[in-house]
Structures are given as structure tokens and as C-alpha cells.
């Protein structure tokens, strides 16, 4: 019998032999590959289709972004009002969302009403309208929301960081005005969805306690459709960093604080380095122990919050680092940004820093893996990433076996004030 007087003996994350539960893979009859995870106790399930339609593809600004939202804003046999209220009574939820490369709708549902629900799907990328009116509607809604984002330092800090790294006309680094959403037409977003939805590539994730006649439902609904499965390739397009490194903007008068971004250029997750370098950026400043956060928040009391991190791009990435401080603590919280660097390229880390941060990170990954949704979400960033099975692993064993003297080399190597931009915006 199990003694609840003794407490149960403590594990050492790094002690677990993480593992990957594998996908199913399945093609329609067009080609279209579909990854299956059929797991969980409960009955729902999640359906995300990935389109080649961000704003990699777009030849004026807005329009992939604005695509993507009204495809759920009518059809030519149902307005928005029904399609909605059609989610709403099975008690799912349909979701789009537009990123760099990618565009993607997501259904989540009971699996006993996958069948009432993926018609709908079926009629969002089939008869989609783009009526003049729903347009109107976007427009005014996304100046608005612009309009009270302008007003916040972090808001402008975080456009232009990235326009600083990536270059102004870089995908990465553009970003949408009043007149870009101004000169939104109907026909634009036509031509677009014609392009990369009716006749685009598609990969489609599937995940949850799946119906028997999955694959069957989804070939009927979505196997005819004239998209194709995708080379998993983008065209790069060339990076224009901008050559002046140190920025001060004057955004609010009224502003108490100042919105700091410090960020390098860095290479994506096909680098030899990368993987080492995220157990770096831990230490650094990539959770809350971390040692930017132990000086600045809990030392110094510069800030709520600091954090590093590496940005999540398929094409070229960048390493930043990200607060908001008091204006006239603002050069001091830099200077101690810079600071830890150099104590990081300095000194070796300690053993007992680095087992807590293998262990922070082991931690992490299991709670990543804990459930269908999950495992899914992590198979779609390999898969879109262009990687393979082996490069989990391989970044599980970067975490629990690079040593102190490899990150100290790591440290020596990319985190050198002289590399980085620095952006503050009051």
C-alpha cells in the first residue's frame, strides 16, 4: 500500500528519457499530406490546416493578413452571422491566423462533430466572398486597434527592432499603416486567396481522440481541392540590416518608463550553434531564474520583467532582448544588460546553475509533450522548420551534455555588445 506519510523521492528531470510519440502520416488523393496524432482520453480533437499564404507572398501590404480573417466573413451560401453561429452550436471554435510564411485555419471540435463542421471549412476555402462591407469593417476595426497600439512605447519598440535587423522592405520587418489598410480592395484579397488558398500548398495536422473515418471525412471535404502538398522551401529574401546600431525614439511625453530592445541578426535552427545557444539564452535571460532577471528585477529593481530569447522565424532568426524600465533607470538597465554579458563571457557558469537550467528546460519539454495538442504543435514546428525526428533529439542532448566551457565559447562568440542594436523608446 502507497505510504501518503512519505513523500514520493525527487527525480532529476535530465533523468528522463524524453520521447517523441510519432505521427501517422496520410496524403489525400490531391497529394495533401495530413499528420495524425490520435491521442487523449477526451473526446475532442484539433484540425489545423497550414497554407503557403503569409505575407512573404503578398505584393501590397495587409492583404494576406486581411485574407486570412475574412474567410470566415461570409460565403456565397452563408454570412458571417451563420457561419459563426453554426461553430457556436456544436461548441467548437474556428480560428485563422496570418505569419510570415504561413496562414493557417484551426478548427477545434467534439470529435463526434468533425463531420457537421469540416463542410464548413470546406465552404470558407471554396466560396469565400470578401463582400465590400466586411472589408470596410476590418479596415476600420485594424486603424483602430493601431491607432491605441501607437500609443504604447513596447508596441513601437517591437516594429522597430525588427525593421532594424531585417531591413524595411524584409517580410520580417515591415509593418502595416493607416494607408496600407486604406488601400485594401476586394479584388486584391480575390487574387490572393485564388492564388494561395483555392489553388496553394497545404499541409494539414491533426490531433485528439480522432472519429474512425478521419482521413475519409477530411479527403472528402478537402482531397478534390485543387491545393497541393508543400516543398516545405521558401525563398529567402535578402536582409538589410540597418547600419546605425543605437536608437532613441520619443514616442509619449507623458511616458513613465522606456521600452528597451537590444537584438543581433542570428542564424535560424539549421545553424550548428543553435541548439547550444538556446541552452545559453536560458542561463542569459530565458526564464525567471535567469541572470539578467536576478540582477535587474530582483537586484536592482530596474524592472517588472527582462527576458532573451531567440525569435521563432523559419528564415533568418534574432537573438533580442526585451523590457520595460524606468526612464531614469534606462541607461543603467542597459549597462547591466551588457554587464551580464560580460560575466557570462567571462566566467565559466557553475555546476549547480547549469543543472537547474537542464532541468528548468528537460521540464519544459515534458510539459510540451503532455497531450495530443501538444505533441502536434511540436511535430508542425519540426516539419515546417524543414527538420527531421533528429533534431528533437539532438536538442534534447544539447540541453542535458553542453558543457560550461562550450557555452562560455558560445558566449565569447555572439554575445558582444558591438554586435547588437539598441533601441529605446520613451
Not at 488601400?183 to 499541409?203: E, I, P, R
Request: hydrophobic share 35%.
Amino acid at each position: 500500500m502507497l505510504n501518503r506519510t512519505q513523500a514520493p523521492p525527487i527525480t532529476e528531470a535530465t533523468e528522463y528519457n524524453l520521447k517523441l510519440k510519432p505521427y501517422n502520416l496520410f496524403y489525400l488523393d490531391n497529394g495533401v499530406p495530413v499528420y495524425v496524432i490520435d491521442a487523449g482520453a477526451q473526446d475532442v480533437l484539433q484540425i489545423e490546416m497550414v497554407f503557403y499564404a503569409g505575407n512573404f507572398y503578398e505584393k501590397n501590404k495587409a492583404v494576406a493578413s486581411a485574407t486570412n480573417f475574412l474567410l470566415k466573413n461570409g460565403t456565397s451560401t452563408r454570412n458571417a452571422f451563420q457561419l459563426n453561429e453554426t461553430f457556436d452550436y456544436f461548441g467548437a471554435s474556428c480560428s485563422r491566423a496570418c505569419y510570415n510564411e504561413t496562414a493557417t485555419i484551426t478548427l477545434h471540435t467534439l470529435s463526434k462533430h468533425t463531420d457537421k463542421l469540416l463542410p464548413l471549412i470546406n465552404d470558407m476555402l471554396t466560396n469565400a466572398t470578401f463582400l465590400e462591407e466586411e472589408l470596410a469593417i476590418l479596415k476600420q476595426n485594424s486603424k483602430q486597434r493601431l491607432k491605441v497600439n501607437l500609443l504604447k512605447c513596447e508596441f513601437i519598440a517591437a516594429r522597430k527592432i525588427d525593421q532594424f535587423i531585417y531591413g524595411e522592405n524584409h517580410p520580417y520587418g515591415t509593418f502595416n499603416n493607416d494607408e496600407d489598410y486604406d488601400a485594401l480592395t476586394s479584388d486584391q484579397l480575390k487574387t490572393f486567396y485564388n492564388t494561395y488558398y483555392l489553388n496553394g500548398q497545404c499541409a494539414i495536422f491533426v490531433a485528439g481522440k480522432l472519429p474512425t473515418n478521419i482521413i475519409e471525412l477530411l479527403n472528402e471535404n478537402f482531397g478534390k481541392l485543387n491545393i497541393s502538398k508543400p516543398t516545405f522551401i521558401v525563398e529567402k529574401i535578402k536582409t538589410v540590416p540597418l547600419i546605425q546600431k543605437k536608437h532613441i525614439i520619443q514616442n509619449d511625453e507623458k511616458a513613465v518608463q522606456g521600452a528597451i530592445r537590444i537584438a543581433q541578426p542570428f542564424p535560424n535552427r539549421h545553424h550548428q550553434d543553435f541548439k547550444k545557444v538556446i541552452v545559453l539564452n536560458t542561463v542569459y535571460g530565458g526564464y525567471f531564474g535567469s541572470r539578467l532577471m536576478s540582477n535587474i528585477r530582483e537586484e536592482k529593481g530596474y524592472t517588472y520583467g527582462i527576458y532573451s530569447y531567440l525569435q521563432n522565424h523559419m528564415q533568418e532568426s534574432a537573438w533580442l532582448i526585451s523590457t520595460e524600465a524606468g526612464k531614469d533607470v534606462c541607461d543603467a538597465t542597459i549597462e547591466e544588460i551588457y554587464k551580464e554579458m560580460k560575466l557570462i563571457r567571462d566566467t565559466p557558469i557553475d555546476n549547480e546553475e547549469l543543472s537547474l537550467v537542464r532541468n528548468y528546460m528537460i521540464g519544459g519539454i515534458l510539459g510540451d509533450l503532455d497531450g495530443p495538442f501538444q505533441i502536434i504543435a511540436k511535430w508542425k514546428n519540426i516539419i515546417l522548420n524543414n527538420l527531421d525526428e533528429k533534431y528533437f533529439y539532438d536538442s534534447v542532448d544539447a540541453i542535458k551534455n553542453t558543457s560550461a566551457e562550450e557555452l562560455q565559447a558560445l558566449a565569447q562568440k555572439y554575445l558582444l555588445p558591438e554586435k547588437f542594436y539598441e533601441l529605446v523608446v520613451y
